[in-house]
């Protein structure tokens, strides 16, 4: 048995997806024979949330008790150092697979209450490629009898074709960002990117930047979609667009990752809240009961 558990294979054209049973998570992706993400073995666990699910929070959840409908939930410390609770419940779970065709395959999840999240609700994520790259859609659904919050995001590493990140230029099309304190939590300050150093509206060099950082306020284009593009130093691209339920994108440089993956690859997260959201309402998705919630984002390399 392979520690991601089943291994969903699905292919269009020259793209080739592998997603696992395991957190429904996408290990690997390749376009032409270029890595799309940074991926890892199958006989790996993933570190650095590589590829992962984040629900029903995505980032960082600070371990003080929230609640919501009358409910307490009391989440569990996994990152110690600031005391927080790190990308939701489902990302160790094993997934239900639900379909499988030549290029999309469904994997769904049933979420019992737990104290850290006391409600009861439904998961499924659909992968499939296509002329547009892979597309993931998400949909959500509130199993319980009260309304129930939540937020969700996804934990991709974009690859380079150079062994790190550095020469590399990035685009983040942000208007600004969520300021955080000293557990990365937020302060409730949105800054602009304006004359800042966090400014990636137009595409520059990673040299130098170190980023785990929260962008918001998206440029859209008329499709409603956002788009981060990582551009590596042999002219290659990996574009990520995101659609408008999801209004964060969390970008992260991976400067403290170990085993080899320190600066390799870029994550970009989308998110449809800000960190600790189901404390602070900021942005949370509610559903009444019996009510649904469907997001997409896709991502593909170009020449």
């Not at 685009?171 to 800054?191: H, S």
């Not at 990582?230 to 691209?237: E, H, Q, R, T, V």
């Not at 600790?276 to 997001?295: F, I, M, T």
Request: some cysteine.
């Amino acid at each position: 048995m392979l520690p991601s558990g089943e291994q969903i294979a699905i292919a269009h054209g020259d793209q080739r997806a592998v997603i696992t049973e395991v957190g429904a998570t996408l290990r690997t992706y390749v376009q032409g024979g270029v890595a799309v993400v940074e991926g890892y073995a199958g006989d790996e666990v993933p570190v650095g949330a590589h590829g992962q699910v984040l629900y029903p929070w995505p980032n960082r959840l600070s371990a003080e008790p929230w609640s919501f409908s009358d409910r307490r939930g009391r989440p569990t410390v996994d990152i110690v150092e600031q005391v927080a609770a790190i990308h939701g419940l489902v990302r160790w779970r094993p997934f239900r697979v639900e379909s499988v065709n030549q290029n999309r395959c469904a994997l769904s999840l049933l979420l019992h209450p737990t104290p850290a999240y006391p409600f009861a609700s439904s998961i499924e994520v659909a992968y499939h490629l296509g002329s547009m790259g892979l597309t993931v859609t998400t949909t959500i659904k509130n199993l319980d009898e009260v309304a129930i919050p939540f937020g969700l995001g996804f934990h991709p590493y974009l690859a380079v074709t150079t062994p790190t990140i550095e020469g590399s230029t990035l685009r983040v099309p942000a208007r600004a960002f969520v300021a955080v304190n000293e557990r990365q939590l937020p302060t409730g300050e949105i800054l602009p990117v304006t004359h800042h150093a966090l400014d990636f509206t137009v595409a520059k060099s990673l040299n130098g930047h170190e980023l785990d950082v929260t962008y918001t306020e998206l440029t859209r284009d008329d499709y409603g979609m956002a788009t981060v593009s990582l551009y590596d130093k042999d002219d290659g691209c990996v574009e990520l667009s995101m659609d408008r339920n999801f209004p964060y994108v969390q970008i992260y440089t991976g400067d403290q990752l170990g085993h080899g993956r320190r600066r390799t690859s870029v994550a970009v997260e989308p998110m449809t809240c800000p960190p600790d959201a189901l404390r602070s309402g900021k942005d949370l998705v509610v559903l009444q009961p019996g009510q649904h919630w469907a997001g997409s984002w896709r991502m593909r390399r170009l020449s």
